[in-house]
């Protein structure tokens, strides 16, 4: 998973968390939203809005009854709306950039994405 905030201002770093097993609504909110989301949205301010997809841990009442208490806005997407995420861009860019390299492994790509990227990979993100 890589998480990413796009804003004028602050700058979000670009992080890469490697999910062993299932993601859940709790471990998303546990390793996602409250150590990253949250904090970006307060820097950002209350013009600040998540941007997720419809995927089952984002829309878990876990998720939904934490996003509420923490008064981060949600862009709210219809179930089977078209993906209108710009982001999809940059996925595409960094895919073929990758992709390019062949990286045979996980350390490979961590390797290469912090050296040509600029991505942070903070050692706390990585499940074992």
């Keep these: 998973m890589v998480w990413g905030g796009i804003s004028t201002r602050p700058r979000t770093p670009l992080r890469l968390y490697h999910v062993v097993g299932n993601l859940t609504g709790v471990r998303y909110q546990n390793e996602i939203l409250q150590p990253l989301v949250v904090p970006a949205h307060q820097a950002i301010g209350p013009r600040a809005i ?34 209108l995420n710009p982001i999809e861009h940059m996925w595409d860019e960094l895919c073929c950039r990758v992709q390019q390299h062949h990286p045979a492994n996980l350390g490979q790509l961590l390797q290469y994405g912090s050296r040509r990227s600029g991505m942070e990979f903070p050692e706390h993100s990585y499940a074992t």
């Design 50 to 83: 998540l941007q997720d997809d419809n995927a089952p841990p984002h829309r878990s009442a876990a998720v939904k009854t934490f996003i509420q208490q923490t008064r981060v806005n949600r862009m709210l997407w219809p179930a089977n709306s078209a993906d």
